[in-house]
């Protein structure tokens, strides 16, 4: 048997002012066939340490095409995104014939002139490949489920947790449910609900934990392949945007259906429970100081790279130095041009500088500090999980009382490595104001002893998305419809 596996993702915020460019995919994970470094997947790449293993165990024969992925932005350049998509297919054609294809996904791709990417680019491989080769794909829970992707592929799995860190469990299962496909002992039909919602599902919410562990009970119902809940992604303005679920069946369409309402149903009572509470910067600071031991997480996650912001925004930043806060860690802080001068001046240096607030208006303005040079790092990384993501060159200052981190690559708070390798320790702070929505909580979770977050003027409305300015989404949509209801779409 031969399997190709490729890889294509972001997840693009059409409200960003900040377009994508091949360089953002130079900057993050830029592979030609064969590439892909052994040491373990970088983001949506999960399935190719997990095929290179099965495939040496004698099960088929692997080949790998290209893998392209960018920190989340705005949409991406158009001829960027044909020119990735037309590499993928070249590596296509040259593997052909084929038994099955294994794709890494994101789900919430959008270029310009093209709102479903990953739905063009299945459908430009099933022509290439025809009716009878199986096509497969690994996706992020916060993708779209939209009807052109899932007439052309025959079996899809999405990440469980939200922060992400059983992409390899699900890279597993993917391969699971190829492998018994391709030796005839099961039939995957799909069944899917949607929700006709959206919204933020951390599976570290108490109730959203609750939920993702049943369901990974009711996975185990004879007949079901896998169980898989979208999230939906806030910030895309598209069409078919929305949460909803996915069910692999084996060839009973009647069950799938069933237990894709049954699940998506008990998601709908979820709606505005796993919203956390959001306090304004200077509450946030409050309640901070008043924590009686750290490190305590302040997330701005209004400025969160993960959602397609530009996490260049100083206005937790100047509220800290303005009321002379210290015992502060903060990071990442997008500022190339500062990054150089900081190298420039070398570590040690004492130096007036310019940081922040230079991508648009939702970065407020910039700040012009006195700072000392603490650290330098010329390839910087941070792990998520069993991956590791590019800080790009990294530089910590200290401005006062406060640490922070300044990057190249554009990239939100994962690891602790984005403090460690630059000489801070986090564990000694007793703030880490971190640049991130959730997924800090797979790296940060063990050390901190409390997590507050603050909505600032970043891009992304984190309380209320009856605020975002949508204009193409399909409706109802809760909450902006509050009576919404879910239906089988498939």
């Not at 130095?321 to 070398?346: H, K, N, Q, Y």
């Not at 403090?419 to 800090?440: C, E, M, Q, W, Y």
């Amino acid at each position: 048997m031969r399997v190709f596996t490729a890889t294509l993702g972001t997840e693009s915020n059409t409200f960003s002012p900040l377009p994508t460019s091949l360089d953002d995919f130079r900057e993050s994970v830029f592979f030609g066939p064969g590439e892909h470094p052994q040491d373990g997947p970088r983001h949506c790449t999960a399935q190719i340490p997990v095929g290179r293993r099965r495939a040496a165990e004698g099960d088929f024969t692997f080949i790998e095409g290209s893998c392209f992925h960018a920190s989340p932005g705005g949409p991406v350049n158009r001829q960027d995104y044909e020119f990735m998509r037309d590499r993928i297919l070249a590596d296509l054609r040259a593997a052909l014939p084929l038994d099955a294809v294994v794709m890494g996904l994101h789900g919430a791709m959008v270029a310009f002139g093209y709102d479903d990417v990953e739905g063009d680019l299945l459908s430009a491989i099933r022509e290439i490949v025809g009716p009878d080769c199986l096509i497969s794909a690994e996706l992020d829970p916060h993708c779209h489920l939209t009807r052109k992707r899932l007439d052309a592929c025959d079996i899809m799995v999405f990440y469980k947790e939200y922060p992400h860190t059983d992409c390899d469990e699900e890279a597993e299962n993917l391969f699971d449910i190829v492998l018994a496909t391709l030796k005839g002992s099961v039939r995957p039909v799909k069944s899917v609900f949607t929700c006709h919602q959206v919204g933020s599902f951390p599976t570290t919410h108490p109730q959203m934990r609750t939920f993702i562990d049943w369901v990974r009970e009711e996975e185990k119902t004879p007949g079901i392949l896998s169980i898989s809940v979208g999230h939906s992604y806030p910030y895309a303005d598209v069409p078919e945007m929305g949460a909803g679920v996915l069910v692999m069946s084996d060839g009973d369409k009647a069950l799938g259906e069933a237990m894709a309402e049954k699940v998506g149903r008990a998601f709908m009572k979820l709606r505005g429970v796993t919203t956390p509470k959001f306090l304004s910067i200077d509450e946030g600071i409050d309640a901070a100081l008043d924590a009686p031991e750290g490190p305590v997480a302040v997330t701005d996650a209004s400025d969160n790279a993960g959602g397609g912001a530009a996490a260049d925004n100083t206005s937790v930043l100047r509220r800290l130095i303005e009321r002379g806060v210290d015992s502060v860690a903060l990071g990442p802080l997008w500022d190339p041009m500062a990054v150089r001068t900081c190298f420039a001046a070398g570590l040690g240096a004492e130096l007036d500088i310019r940081i922040g607030g230079k991508a648009g208006r939702t970065s407020n303005q910039p700040l012009d500090v006195r700072a000392t040079v603490t650290a330098l790092a010329p390839e910087a990384w941070q792990s998520f999980g069993s991956a590791s993501a590019p800080l790009g060159m990294a530089a910590a200052i200290r401005v006062d009382g406060v640490d922070v981190v300044l990057t190249s690559a554009r990239t939100q708070a994962l690891g602790t490595e984005l403090f460690t390798s630059l000489g801070i320790d986090p564990r000694a702070r007793k703030i880490l104001v971190l640049k991130s929505s959730n997924h800090f909580m797979a790296g940060y979770g063990p050390l901190l002893k409390g997590v507050i977050h603050v909505h600032s003027d970043g891009l992304l409305i984190r309380n209320d998305y009856t605020r975002v300015p949508y204009q193409r989404v399909a409706r109802p949509l809760w909450p902006l419809d509050p009576d919404a209801d879910g239906a089988l779409i498939y």
